[in-house]
């Protein structure tokens, strides 16, 4: 993985969730599978994530920061 964002989402169960959104390297592939079992022998409980999202690039300004609303768009 080479970027990863996080972003709260409209869930059923919790209220919100927090999926993480991930670009991958390029010749390194992932499953979501892969990264919720790794997750799983390092994390416990309710801050596994229980879904992930591979998107192709993390929009960004000019500075250089995340534009986490184009990204809460996209899931929302």
């Not at 390092?42 to 990204?71: E, Q, T, Y």
């Amino acid at each position: 993985m080479s970027f990863a964002a996080l972003i709260c989402v409209p869930d059923g169960r919790w209220g919100e969730a927090v999926p993480p959104l991930l670009v991958l390297r390029e010749g390194r592939p992932a499953t979501a599978e892969d990264l919720t079992e790794f997750c799983r022998g390092k994390m416990v409980g309710f801050p596994r994530p229980r879904a992930v999202d591979f998107i192709d690039a993390l929009p960004r300004n000019a500075s250089g920061k995340v534009l986490k609303w184009v990204l809460r768009e996209r899931c929302w």
